[in-house]
């Protein structure tokens, strides 16, 4: 085969195969849906990956991969730490890397709120017989159950949890 008539068709393909591609990351990133924000920070979702966003620059601060979706998100009032959690709780503290906490304790989170400016409170799965309210402390990342919590044990699925 001719060189020139090689080198055509295998432009062509990638001119194929890139706009395919392209599409398909548009299309992805038009289905994120919004946890949390700030007016400087986003975390969105897609499926199950979840991301912190600088808004500004569209920076990607942090990225996790969920077992399922993302099920909540929050972000510091000044900014200095976000946490997505799901399966488990990935923090990003600002200056510091992305970390991770997971585990038998930690899984299955369902919800999380701040207690606060350093201290979240963590409510995993309400239908479990492990369910329980758990303290985070953001800057040393060390965590304690505070108590079990078997409100909703036996009970239907709702969206609104009651803790």
């Not at 044990?153 to 949890?161: L, R, W």
Request: charged share 30%.
């Amino acid at each position: 085969m001719d060189i020139v008539l090689i080198f055509v068709i295998v432009s062509v393909l990638l001119i194929i195969c890139g706009g395919y591609l392209l599409s398909k990351r548009l299309s992805k990133e038009s289905t994120k849906n919004i946890l949390f924000e700030t007016e400087k920070l986003i975390i969105e979702y897609s499926f199950e990956e979840a991301y912190l966003i600088e808004k500004k620059s569209r920076k990607e601060l942090m990225h996790a991969c969920f077992y399922g979706d993302a099920s909540c998100g929050l972000i510091d009032v000044n900014n200095d730490w976000a946490v997505i959690a799901g399966d488990y709780l990935s923090i990003w503290r600002k200056d510091k890397k992305v970390q991770c906490i997971e585990g038998e304790y930690l899984g299955d989170i369902r919800d999380i709120r701040v207690k606060n400016e350093r201290i979240i409170e963590i409510l995993t799965d309400p239908w479990s017989e492990n369910s329980a309210i758990w303290e985070l402390d953001i800057a040393t990342l060390k965590y304690h159950k505070v108590r079990d919590f078997d409100k909703y044990i036996d009970s239907e699925y709702t969206d609104n949890i009651d803790w």
